[in-house]
């Protein structure tokens, strides 16, 4: 069965937005997904959600994009350089999102149908529940981003939009947390 999304047992995983592979992505895509994951940092920095960031070889693809870094100043993050395309089978990244405590892992970033989706399946192998935000991923072509969307969600991973997310961690309006994510959606 399937677990809710929760805020104090989540964490929010940003992979590998980087320099040198936003050129080769679906500019809609990406534009989209840049837009969602910076309003996801902001929502898990108002909710206290641990956020890790990984970089894939950042020698060759760059580092994480400036309009993300931007996003994430000011929030306690974790950082992550890796070879493997699943952050999970890096033993450092996996080590550190068992010593959260937390067993619910909202994945964000590129590419959806490589690392997105190894890191999903991993992490389900491992006993997370996995959050795929499909607003706030991306890939090269649209065909590979829906492939990895189709293949997470028959492995387990719960997949939906920014806004679903938002308001599964939020559960109830009203509150000082809920008006300042909510005007994130304006």
């Known amino acids: 069965m399937v ?8 964490v929010l995983v940003v992979v590998d937005i980087q320099e040198r592979l936003v050129g ?71 080590s550190h999102l068992g010593s959260l405590g937390r067993k619910h892992a909202i994945l964000v970033g590129m590419e959806t149908h490589v690392c997105v989706y190894q890191t999903a399946i991993d992490l389900m192998r491992a006993g997370y529940s996995v959050f795929v935000i499909d607003d706030a991923v991306s890939s090269r072509f649209r065909h590979n981003y829906e492939s990895g969307l189709r293949s997470m969600i028959h492995a387990g991973a719960v997949v939906f ?26």
Do not use: H, W
């Not at 677990?3 to 989540?10: G, L, R």
């Open 24 to 94: 080769a992505i679906d500019p809609e895509l990406y534009r989209i997904a840049l837009k969602n994951t910076q309003i996801l940092i902001e929502a898990a920095g108002t909710l206290s959600v641990p956020i890790v960031v990984t970089e894939q070889y950042p020698k060759g693809l760059g580092r994480t994009v400036a309009e993300v870094e931007q996003a994430l100043e000011g929030k306690p993050i974790s950082r992550y350089e890796k070879s493997t395309f699943s952050c999970a089978r890096d033993e450092g990244f996996l």
């Open 161 to 186: 939009s920014t806004e679903t997310a938002l308001f599964s961690l939020l559960k109830r309006a009203g509150t000082p947390e809920f008006k300042k994510i909510s005007s994130l959606l304006k």
């Open 3 to 10: 677990d809710f999304m929760d805020m104090e047992k989540s």
